[in-house]
């Protein structure tokens, strides 16, 4: 049974820092990029940050400098560490692993992140 599991949201000020993290189960990680997502209200989900299964991170030119992704294989986890935080990045951020030979597709249930000015 697969499980994605988000922690580590809330409500921060501006310039805070808050630590997602993302833990695992149900499904080989050490095969998936991973990564976060956010969805601002009425908007479709967009990639935030993902990290490919050999280490390698991409980030959306948004959030360069102010956050880092990062992934442990033997845990099955991935970590969001945010800085600078700003009201824009206000979201609900979710966890996500994709299969990148079978496509799979696999989510969490979202976390919100608050950033009041």
């Known amino acids: 049974q697969v499980q994605i599991v988000e922690s580590g949201g809330g409500l921060v000020q501006s310039g805070g820092s808050l630590r997602l993290s993302c833990i695992t189960s149900?499904?080989?990680?050490?095969?998936?990029?991973v990564g976060w997502y956010r969805q601002f209200p009425g908007e479709e989900r967009e990639l935030v940050a993902d990290?490919?299964?050999?280490?390698?991170?991409n980030y959306v030119d948004s959030v360069k400098g102010r956050f880092t992704i990062s992934r442990d294989n033997d845990k099955n986890t991935v970590t969001l560490q945010m800085n600078s935080l700003e009201p824009d990045d206000t979201a609900v951020y979710y966890c996500?692993?994709?299969?990148?030979?079978?496509?799979?597709?696999?989510w969490g249930q979202g976390t919100q992140v608050t950033v009041s000015s």
């Open positions: 149900g499904f080989t990680f050490s095969w998936y990029v």
């Open positions: 996500n692993a994709k299969n990148p030979t079978s496509r799979r597709d696999l």
């Open positions: 990290i490919r299964r050999d280490g390698t991170p």
